[in-house]
């Protein structure tokens, strides 16, 4: 049963890093211009450099998850992806992903930023907008409006799970690294 832990932090993960890489390959060309720009985008050097590195990073290393294919060693620039992001991209916005004033880790305490304490007048305006100007009942007939931070809380998250995945590998009986593990000491001996 020591596998079943493993296998569903690798089941969790793979769509998330599949899509993201996907994502970024789409519009790599987007993609590059958000990595480079420094006025509207991240300001990072080389950007078409990482932007390939970091789409083929969760693309292939999705893949390598859902089957715990070299689980350990792809979790290591998955962890490191995760770092980037968190620093780069969602620092700034403090700890939460979705706009919460209510919470406590928007009142200051860890990684403040103060545009979550607008969420529920931002919030409030939209759907008075909506619901003046467009069809609200239908926009939200499959959830209710959000406000995204884009806070380092799921970059964060991941990383926590990658982490954990280096340690553990794939998982026993679970993954793909466990039979080739398996199938490899049988030959050595």
């Known amino acids: 049963m020591d596998g079943i832990a493993p296998l569903l932090l690798r089941l969790y993960l793979a769509p998330i890093f599949i899509q993201a890489g996907w994502t970024k390959f789409q519009n790599f060309e987007g993609t590059s211009a958000w990595f480079g720009n420094p006025d509207w985008g991240l300001g990072l050097p080389f950007p078409e450099v990482l932007a390939l590195l970091a789409a083929s990073t969760e693309l292939v290393g999705g893949f390598l998850l859902l089957i715990g294919l070299f689980t350990r060693l792809i979790s290591i620039p998955l962890a490191f ?32 930023n103060e545009r979550v304490l607008d969420a529920v007048e931002k919030k409030q305006a939209a759907i008075s907008i909506l619901k003046e100007y467009g069809n609200y009942e239908w926009l939200t007939s499959s959830g209710s409006i959000t406000i995204l931070n884009n806070g380092i809380e799921f970059a964060a998250t991941y990383f926590i799970m990658v982490f954990v995945l280096i340690f553990t590998g794939g998982g026993r009986y679970t993954s793909a690294d466990h039979f080739l593990r398996k199938k490899i000491f049988k030959q050595g001996h």
Request: charged content about 10%.
């Open 81 to 112: 992806t995760m770092v980037v992001a968190a620093i780069t991209a969602h620092a700034e916005n403090g700890w939460l992903a979705l706009s919460d004033a209510t919470s406590w880790l928007a009142d200051g305490t860890i990684l403040l």
